[in-house]
């Protein structure tokens, strides 16, 4: 159960940024609710760390620290879990990204009032003797976006994850996921618009699909308040994908949940001659399965997007 929340206050010789609770309160209506909400929040100031803290709830528990401006939470993450103060489940949301970054490196747009959170994510199971790198790893995007929309609609925001990592509201993408790995150790961001998305000027020319935003005139939910929701969930559910079924199973399980599953789908900078073909499965590497006038091809790169 989380009970620690932390706001992280550079130190002059830090990395880190500089955050009050004032600056988050206003920064934005959202989170002038969620600070509110959390409070009160008392100061505390060890000489040996780099940053000072505004605490709220218990001293010990899976903490999640939340940061001002910063280059992305994946960032502050990696330095929070370099001074060893980052356990698994661990988790960082970020005020706003000044560079916040999604796949292959693109620039992801990042104002206030949206979730940009980073989790230090458990160890995987081992895999098999020889195994280059374990089957669950390699599906662990597909893992975090089955987990991510379903805590989504439990808390009301009904969602489909797009192969291999978005999260889509309504047929628009509201979210992505990105996973680092350093040394074994794996982290990840999460990034979704909560009160924001945005405009399509704004968005790459070859964009899948237009952006959306979780938070609607009849639900107005908080990027703190949702995110400590999406960490609970992961951290109660994660363990039983893994340990009470196969990959295999899993995956069988989520293929029918795509979006587009069934249906024909355009494919970008795909395999040599596949340029379109009904979504139809996941191979047992997370692998998304289209066929193409009867005839079965395996994707693993690329974009798939409606016709």
């Not at 980073?118 to 390699?138: D, F, Q, S, Y």
């Not at 399980?253 to 499965?281: H, M, N, S, T, Y």
Request: proline share 7%; net charge negative.
């Amino acid at each position: 159960m989380i009970t620690r929340i932390t706001i992280i206050n550079g130190k002059d010789s830090s990395p880190l940024p500089r955050t009050t609770p004032e600056q988050l309160f206003q920064a934005h209506p959202l989170w002038a609710r969620d600070i509110e909400h959390f409070g009160p929040w008392n100061s505390e100031d060890d000489e040996y760390r780099t940053y000072s803290t505004w605490l709220s709830g218990s001293r010990t528990g899976v903490p999640v620290a939340i940061c001002g401006s910063c280059i992305s939470s994946l960032d502050v993450a990696w330095r929070l879990h370099a001074l060893e103060d980052l356990p698994d489940w661990g988790s960082v949301i970020a005020l706003e990204q000044n560079t916040g970054r999604g796949q292959v490196r693109r620039e992801w747009i990042s104002p206030p009032g949206n979730i940009y959170g980073t989790v230090k994510w458990p160890a995987l199971p081992v895999g098999e003797p020889g195994e280059a790198r374990p089957v669950w790893n390699r599906i662990l995007p597909l893992i975090v976006g089955y987990l991510t929309c379903n805590a989504l609609k439990d808390i009301g925001v009904n969602t489909q994850l797009k192969w291999p990592n978005d999260i889509l509201i309504d047929g628009k993408k509201a979210g992505g996921i990105l996973i680092e790995e350093r040394g074994g150790t794996v982290m990840v961001g999460i990034g979704l618009n909560v009160a924001n998305a945005p405009e399509r000027e704004q968005l790459r020319v070859d964009h899948a699909v237009p952006a959306g935003r979780i938070n609607t005139e009849e639900m107005q939910l908080g990027p703190l308040e949702t995110w400590i929701e999406l960490i609970k969930y992961f951290k109660k559910n994660f363990d039983s994908i893994v340990s009470s079924q196969d990959a295999d199973s899993f995956l069988y399980e989520l293929a029918d949940q795509l979006v587009w599953f069934g249906k024909e789908v355009k494919i970008v900078d795909g395999p040599d001659g596949v340029d379109r073909g009904v979504i139809c499965g996941l191979r047992s590497d997370g692998g998304l399965v289209v066929d193409k006038d009867g005839v079965k091809h395996e994707i693993y790169s690329g974009s798939v997007m409606p016709l």
